[in-house]
């Protein structure tokens, strides 16, 4: 079947769950736990009523670190409470990689004189990652597994482990990887396979560096994570659409390279209890029409805080130093932010309030920026003495200021 214009793939993002075992008077390094905490103290428990009751889903999306320090026990229940999450979301399949917290790269967990850091993995009750027999043993032997579904229309997935090196140097836990050699066998894979409506790469690290914490230079991206980058824009077989975790901040973007670099969406953690980041679940609402030679799509971002679970976008309660995404962002857009400014302008007049809503309707544009592009536009439109109203970060009126 082609896709049609109204095409939607609905891919949620769960990632950097870092579940971990309760211990009674040790905070835990997540919000996680085995046994879990009620009444909106834990963001699995919440989700499940946000999935059984407001998103529905294509895919469900792991890019690792389902387990803190790969504990045995904790991996094990959460590998299972995302079979549950999978159900309940109507998703066909979960899709998931390991991080590097999901293998013993330490040997804290396997003694010394046994040491097997991906056993943990390859234990579980059910296939990791969740493919075919085959599949599974592509993925451990070679570091990644291409896999394809031609419902409703050809699309595929890159399965990639980027922490196919630790527990080996002792310094390769610190950062991703890809050898030259994995990325030279994926382009010859990828040589043979029909152009797809949409590729999908679900890795652990990210591929090229970022912003990094406390300003220091980023070293945890993948070390030849750029080549691969260039590769699949390379290959020519449809549009790519890379989703991470690891950083614990999120930001969508894309690739350096031409037209048809991927668009790379790196995860929130949905976890980890920490004071500087937000707790965050993502659906990539992805609209594949053939016609794209990037994704086009719309972010929604559900955001979790202790004590009053899930609400759409960040909450007042999150500090403002946190990265988090707004409810609402997106990617695809091509065209010229200046002119959209523009655009956005002539629709106002001389209105002091518009509905954003009827603005959208107007300018379908604008729900494609990327998350800084809307920063970028709200400083263009301030300078035509134009304000956006917000409400947790979710546009709700704008208009001309008075003078
Ligand atoms: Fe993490
Ligand atoms: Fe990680």
């Not at 549950?84 to 390991?98: H, R």
């Not at 390859?122 to 296939?127: A, E, K, T, V």
């Not at 536009?377 to 035509?384: N, Q, V």
């Amino acid at each position: 079947m082609k896709a049609t214009n109204q095409h939607i793939l609905r891919f949620g993002v769960l990632s950097d769950i870092h579940a971990t075992v309760f211990e009674s008077g040790k905070e835990a390094k997540s919000f996680v736990t085995v046994p879990a905490e009620c009444g909106k103290r834990n963001p699995l428990t919440d989700l499940h009523n946000l999935l059984s009751n407001t998103v529905k889903l294509d895919y469900l999306l792991c890019p690792g670190d389902i387990s803190n320090q790969a504990n045995p026990e904790a991996m094990s229940w959460m590998w299972n409470e995302l079979q549950v999450l999978k159900t309940k979301s109507n998703a066909k399949e979960l899709w998931a990689v390991c991080g590097n917290h999901d293998v013993d790269s330490r040997y804290a967990i396997n003694l010394a004189d046994d040491p097997d850091p991906k056993g943990v993995l390859l234990d579980l009750n059910s296939p990791f990652p969740p493919v075919t027999p085959n599949e599974v043993n592509h993925f451990w032997a070679r570091n990644y597994v291409i896999i394809e579904r031609t419902e409703p229309f050809l699309h595929r997935a890159l399965l990639l482990n980027t922490c196919a090196y630790h527990g080996g140097a002792e310094n390769e836990l610190q950062h991703g990887r890809i050898s030259s050699r994995t990325i030279k066998r994926i382009q010859a894979d990828l040589a043979d396979l029909d152009p797809a409506y949409l590729n999908v790469l679900l890795c652990h690290h990210h591929l090229e560096p970022l912003p990094s914490w406390n300003n220091a230079p980023d070293y945890q991206f993948v070390k030849k994570g750029g080549e691969l980058l260039r590769a699949l824009e390379d290959s020519c077989v449809g549009p790519w659409l890379v989703v991470h975790g690891h950083r614990h901040w999120p930001e969508c973007f894309y690739a350096a390279g031409g037209n048809s670099s991927a668009v790379v969406f790196c995860s929130s953690s949905f976890g980890a209890r920490d004071a500087q980041i937000a707790n965050q679940f993502h659906v990539l609402n992805v609209e594949v029409d053939g016609n794209t030679s990037r994704p086009k799509g719309r972010i929604e971002t559900y955001t979790w805080t202790l004590g009053m679970g899930w609400s759409a976008g960040p909450t007042a309660e999150i500090p403002k130093m946190n990265k988090a995404l707004s409810h609402l962002s997106g990617f695809g857009f091509n065209g010229n932010l200046t002119e959209l400014a523009a655009k956005v302008d002539a629709f106002i007049g001389t209105q002091s309030r518009v509905n954003w809503d009827d603005i959208t309707r107007s300018e379908s544009d604008l729900n494609y920026l990327l998350p800084r592009e809307f920063d970028q536009l709200k400083t263009l439109l301030k300078r035509l003495d134009i304000g956006i109203f917000e409400e947790n970060g979710t546009p709700i009126e704008a208009g001309r200021k008075s003078k």
